[in-house]
């Protein structure tokens, strides 16, 4: 299990942005991270993942734990290694080289051999087996995503933290790749999914967090958040009161519970 507990991260020494938050994922479940934009999702996985130093920000408070292991302190590199691997937002691939040197590039650090698993993800991407000699930057937006993914699965993670993978997508596409996540979860990896498809998320998740200006706001169960009037009317786009636009509920107050 990951276990997040009172995570406070500040930027530049002065800018905190995550304050307080306490997040779970179980073993082989997904847990969706929701909120909107610079409510300090993406730096909850930088904190998780070591990532905090190159964006000048670190942990303060808080403690990140991953079964018995301690993971804030700990560098990025030795994070993976203990199974907890990140799919960063915008695909973050190699766009100049080829779709297998790409894959390659996940088994860094592995000590085992990967050719089977090599070829196992090429029959699960058929698109990329007939890419591997390809330059990865002229691939489809939906086809550098599988990428993204497959790089991160060939590290043999544990726990997979993706970050707004149906980003730029088409319904199509992002159909596929709820597929492709649901059929990362029963295989017995577990995921921690920051998705701004809050629908799309909260139809694959078992239990989600809404995280507000720095701090968790709500959490529960996906389907009572799904029946939640609050999320319903800000997250589903159900509801509001005759609130026709996203400049209209920004400025609509959130009920009281949800800042307590």
């Known amino acids: 299990m ?20 306490s997040l779970e994922v179980p ?6 991270l929701l909120g909107p934009n610079g409510a300090g999702k993406t730096t909850v996985l930088r904190a998780i993942t070591g990532l905090l130093p190159i964006h000048d920000g670190r942990i303060t408070k808080g403690t990140i734990e991953f079964g018995a292991t301690r993971l804030d ?7 993976v290694r203990h199974g907890l691997v990140q799919v960063m937002e915008g695909r973050r691939i190699f766009i ?15 000590t085992d051999d990967w050719r089977a698993d090599l070829e196992a993800m090429y029959a699960q991407f058929p698109r990329l087996a007939e890419r591997r000699r390809q330059t990865a930057g002229l691939l489809s937006g939906g086809e550098q995503q599988m990428l993204a ?25 992002t159909e596929e790749v709820a597929q492709l996540i649901e059929s990362i979860r029963a295989r017995g990896v577990s995921v921690l999914l920051v998705e701004q498809n809050a629908q799309m998320a909260l139809t694959l998740a078992s239990h989600g967090y809404i995280l507000e200006n720095g701090k968790v706001v709500l959490d529960g169960s996906a389907a009572e958040l ?13 509801g509001g009161a005759g609130r026709k636009n996203y400049r209209d509920v920004k400025r609509y107050a959130r009920r009281k519970r ?3």
């Not at 073993?27 to 969706?32: C, G």
């Open 27 to 32: 073993d082989a479940s997904i847990v969706a």
């Open 73 to 79: 302190g700990l560098a990025p590199e030795r994070i």
């Open 226 to 238: 799904r029946e939640d009037p609050d999320v319903r009317e800000f997250y589903l786009g159900m």
């Open 258 to 260: 949800w800042l307590s």
């Open 2 to 21: 990951l276990r997040v507990s009172g995570l406070e991260v500040v930027y530049h020494s002065v800018a905190r942005v995550v304050s307080g938050v």
């Open 149 to 173: 993914i497959g790089r991160a699965l060939l590290a043999k993670p544990r726990t997979l933290l993706l970050d707004e993978p149906s980003l730029g997508l088409s319904p199509k596409l």
């Open 96 to 110: 100049e080289l080829t779709v297998e040197e790409n894959l390659l590039a996940g088994t860094y650090g592995r």
